[in-house]
T-cell receptor, first 115, second 115 residues
């Protein structure tokens, strides 16, 4: 089955700096990669996603890049703000076999943005 | 409804009791997913419904766990003879259709505590 590794586990930045979180996946057939933000005690919220036919996607201060050859994808947050502080999860969705339609999540990154 | 709704929001029960958790997906979403999130951990896939059938039950941890879904509506996750290791937040998500490339939207979860 799919295995997703996420790094770093914690990330501390100053307000205004950029933050980068990286994930690798094992199943080359995976074709959908969402990122979720989870604030303490709240539901995971989808912030951006990318499909395997695209190499990069941007939405205001957030961007995601995908390298299918290397099987890794990254979340980039620019001009970070204190309200960006949360746990961020990457995930990969399988495209076939026992992984079809199933999201496998990374272990999460605790991002802290200091004012 | 406007979003995925889960009940109860919190459940405290004694070891050995049965519990039933409920999920109302977003109206029109045919696919429904259950995940478990232990404290400080990532999301662990439990089961996936497409309509009222469950093509993938591979994540259910033991035969004490079962789930059902009525049509393309409400789902219940039942845990029998609860154990302390069942303590976690149980999250439900729904998507417009099952399979790849469909964003999953989460509910607020049920925080289950086994005494």
């Amino acid at each position: 089955g799919e295995n997703v590794e996420q790094h770093p586990s914690t990330l501390s930045v100053q307000e205004g700096d950029s933050a980068v979180i990286k994930c690798t996946y094992s199943d080359s057939a995976s074709n959908y990669f969402p990122w979720y933000k989870q604030e303490l005690g709240k539901r995971p919220q989808l912030i951006i996603d990318i499909r395997s036919n695209v190499g990069e996607k941007k939405d205001q201060r957030i961007a995601v890049t995908l390298n299918k050859t290397a099987k890794h994808f990254s979340l980039h947050i620019t001009e970070t703000q204190p309200e960006d502080s949360a746990v961020y999860f990457c995930a990969a969705m399988g495209a076939g076999g026992t992984s079809y339609g199933k999201l496998t999540f990374g272990q999460g990154t605790i991002l802290t943005v200091h004012p | 409804g406007a979003g995925v709704s889960q009940s109860p929001s919190n459940k405290v029960t004694e070891k050995g009791k049965d519990v039933e958790l409920r999920c109302d997906p977003i109206s029109g979403h045919t696919a429904l997913y259950w995940y478990r999130q232990r404290l400080g951990q990532g999301l662990e896939f439990l089961i996936y419904f497409q309509g009222n059938s469950a093509p993938d039950k591979s994540g259910l941890p033991s035969d004490r766990f079962s789930a059902e879904r009525t049509g393309e509506s409400v789902s219940t996750l039942t845990i029998q003879r609860t154990q302390q290791e069942d303590s976690a937040v149980y999250l439900c998500a729904s998507s417009l259709a099952g399979g790849s490339n469909q964003p999953q939207h989460f509910g607020d979860g049920t925080r289950l505590s086994i005494l």
